[in-house]
Every structure is written in structure tokens, then in C-alpha cells.
């Protein structure tokens, strides 16, 4: 094995993926495989649903429901022994039509995106602690750091779960377990569909980027290797934008 080979390599590690069965999550959980981890992917589709990726062994959880995760946890551990990595992309957005959203879905799109990922990150560095240590990578997104209308419920949570990022980094370390944020720009998944069908905002959005299109699902897959492996073993409490250059860009 090359030395960039060995750096980058997952082999013998153990990885969860949530929100797997589709878009940045299961590019990512592909991704992870192929470095050579064995990987799990959850979502709440039902297994006769979902077509992993060769490597990728998907499970049916529900996040958001309480001891769900747990379990997988438990589960994982009884057949490997350990749990190593977890990226939490699971999440959910409910756009307003017009106006500021409801009360109930503000509170949903918390519950999914920041109050899970949170559940998540405690049942699995439970497990990370007995293992020796681990990697923990939440996917945020640019509206963690910027304003975007008609969806304060999204940005609430990806800005919660940015700052939750430093906390458990700071909380965890001790135990060996780095925790970091994946931050997406717009990338075409079935969650951005009506914006990439729009042309003018399909356009607008463009623009916004330094390199000039949208990000594909598999842009995002380097960086989570990166951050899943010994490659990134000094860096913590970070956040890596996979943007084009849209949050770094001017006024241009």
C-alpha cells in the first residue's frame, strides 16, 4: 500500500451513514466503501426501496424516533465490534410558499436537522469511546453561515448544528473522537429539484459560485474521506465548505 494509500485508507473501520439511501448521503456512504470501510446507511425508506452501492449495507431507521439509532448502534457493535465513523446527512427542509413557516414546521425541521443529529453524535461516540476513538462528520450546509428566505427553520437548525459541531468537539476530545462539519453548497439532490428546474434560479444560483455550476453529489466525497481518515487526524471542531466558492466570494 502507497503512502497516500495508507493515509486515506478505511479499511477495518466501521462507518454509519444517515440519510444514505439517497443524494449527498449515499454518495457519501459509496464513497466511504470504497475507501474500504464497512458502511451502513440509514434512512426511513423501507430496504425493498433503496439500491445501495456495492460495499454499502442499508438498514431502515428513523432517526428522529427515539432509541432508533440506539439500537443500530447496538447492533453494529454485536457484529463488529466497533463503530468508527458517523456522518449525519440525514435531514429534511420545509419551504414557505410565502410568508414565515408554520410553527410546526419549524419545529419538525429542528427536530430532524439538529435535535437527531445531536441523539446521533451521543449514541455514537458511546460507541467510538470502547473503540478508541473515532471520526464524526455532520453535513451542514452555506445556510449555516448565510441567510436564505422563506426556510429560518433550516437555517436555524444547520447554524445549530454548526455551533453543536464546536461544542462536541471540545466536549469529546478527550475520548479520542475529532468532530467536524461538511458544508454543501447547492448540489443537485432530489431536496433541490425545483430550484434546479427553475431556470432563473438555477442561473442565480450559479453565479453565486467562483468555479460555475452546481456541485454533483460526488463532490462531496473527497472531503468526507478526508475528514473519516488519518489524513485529517489534526483537525477538529472545523468546517470544510464544498461550495464552488460561494460563501468566499464577493461582491462580484
Known amino acids: 500500500m502507497s503512502y497516500l494509500d495508507e493515509l486515506f485508507s478505511l479499511s477495518g473501520r466501521v462507518a454509519i451513514v444517515s440519510g444514505g439511501s439517497r443524494g449527498l448521503g449515499a454518495a457519501i456512504a459509496a464513497g466511504l466503501a470504497r475507501a474500504g ?4 446507511a440509514l434512512a426511513r425508506s423501507e430496504v425493498g426501496q433503496v439500491t445501495p452501492a456495492d460495499g454499502v449495507t442499508y438498514r431502515t431507521c428513523d432517526v428522529t424516533e427515539a432509541g432508533a439509532f440506539e ?11 466497533r463503530l468508527d465513523i458517523l456522518v449525519n446527512a440525514a435531514g429534511v427542509t420545509r ?4 410568508g414565515l413557516q408554520s410553527q410546526v414546521d419549524f ?3 429542528l427536530t430532524a436537522n439538529l435535535s437527531a443529529a445531536y441523539a446521533t453524535c451521543a449514541a455514537a461516540a458511546a460507541a467510538m469511546r470502547k473503540s478508541g ?4 462528520i455532520n453535513v451542514t450546509s452555506i445556510g449555516s453561515v448565510l441567510g436564505f428566505p422563506g426556510n429560518p427553520g433550516y437555517v436555524a437548525a444547520k447554524g445549530g448544528l454548526r455551533m453543536l459541531t464546536r461544542a462536541l468537539a471540545m466536549d469529546l476530545a478527550d475520548w479520542r473522537i475529532r468532530v467536524n462539519n461538511l458544508a ?6 432530489e431536496m433541490t429539484e425545483a430550484s434546479w428546474a427553475d431556470p ?3 442561473e442565480a444560483r450559479r453565479r453565486h459560485t467562483m468555479l460555475g455550476r452546481w456541485g454533483e453529489p460526488g463532490d462531496l466525497v473527497g472531503a468526507a474521506i478526508f475528514l473519516a481518515s488519518d489524513a485529517s487526524a489534526y483537525v477538529t471542531g472545523q468546517d470544510l465548505f464544498v461550495d464552488g466558492g460561494w460563501t468566499a466570494k464577493g461582491l462580484i
Do not use: K, L
Open 37 to 40: 470501510a464497512s458502511t451502513i
Open 200 to 202: 432563473e434560479r438555477h
Open 184 to 189: 454543501p453548497g447547492y448540489i443537485r439532490t
Open 71 to 81: 439500537a443500530v448502534v447496538a447492533e453494529i457493535e454485536a457484529q463488529f465490534g
Open 133 to 136: 476513538g473515532g471520526s464524526i
Open 95 to 98: 419551504q414557505a410558499p410565502a
Open 107 to 109: 419545529e419538525a425541521t
